[in-house]
Structures are given as C-alpha cells and as structure tokens.
C-alpha cells in the first residue's frame, strides 16, 4: 500500500545538475517529514537532506549545503532534490524517507528503493 518511487538519478559530469523525485502513496503525504538519504560504496548511510511535513523548515547535510535543495509539493505528495554542482564524491544511492512520530511509541518509516546517482566526467 504505501510506496515511495524514485526517479530522476544517472550518470552526470562533474559540475553538473540533476533533480530527485520522489512519489509518495498510501499514506497521508502532508503529515510526514520527509528526507533524502544516501549511501556511496564502503560508507554508512548519511543524511542528505530534510524538510518537515509543511515545507517550513529543511536541513542539510554540511558537504551539501548551498548545492542541494529539498522541496515538497503536498498537492502533488511528490518531494524534491535539486542538485547542482555535483562532485564526484555525491556518487551515492540516494534514498527517500517518510518519517511519522505520535508520542514515545508511535513512529512511521518508510524508504524507497533508492536511486542512483554518478559523478563522473
């Protein structure tokens, strides 16, 4: 029932631009934070990118910052990774999160698939 289908990443030189997207179903959209992870080769996953469930606030990882933006469109329950000057060192599967918590004991998680992205010239 619930999905979250990725789509946008490839093959980009550096320097380059790329968009994430990220369609969500199954659950209420506008209720989740939602956020963008990533995972390259012999690394642990990290966080990219979130955006809480208004689009009022967002976070960025520091090797990102003023290069990415998150953004979220809860008509379209779709959000957005824009990235721009791309390094090698993005090459990674990013992943999209869902993330809902009520109280202590409460929480909803959900990943897509991930998609990959390479930096490469």
């Known amino acids: 029932q619930v999905q979250l289908v990725e789509s946008g990443g490839g093959l980009v030189q550096p320097g380059g631009s790329l968009r994430l997207s990220c369609a969500a179903s199954?659950?209420?959209?506008?209720?989740?934070?939602m956020s963008w992870y990533r995972q390259a080769p012999g690394k642990e996953r990290e966080l990219v990118a979130a955006?809480?469930?208004?689009?009022?606030?967002?976070n960025y990882a520091d090797s990102v910052k003023g290069r990415f933006t998150i953004s979220r469109d809860n008509a379209k329950n779709t959000v957005y990774l824009q990235m721009n000057s791309l390094k090698p060192e993005d090459t990674a599967v990013y992943y999209c999160?869902?993330?809902?918590?009520?109280?202590?004991?409460?929480?909803?998680?959900?990943w897509g698939q991930g998609t990959q992205l390479t930096v490469s010239s």
């Open positions: 999160n869902a993330k809902y918590r009520r109280g202590w004991s409460t929480q909803y998680n959900y």
């Open positions: 199954g659950f209420t959209f506008s209720s989740y934070a």
């Open positions: 955006i809480t469930s208004t689009g009022g606030s967002t």
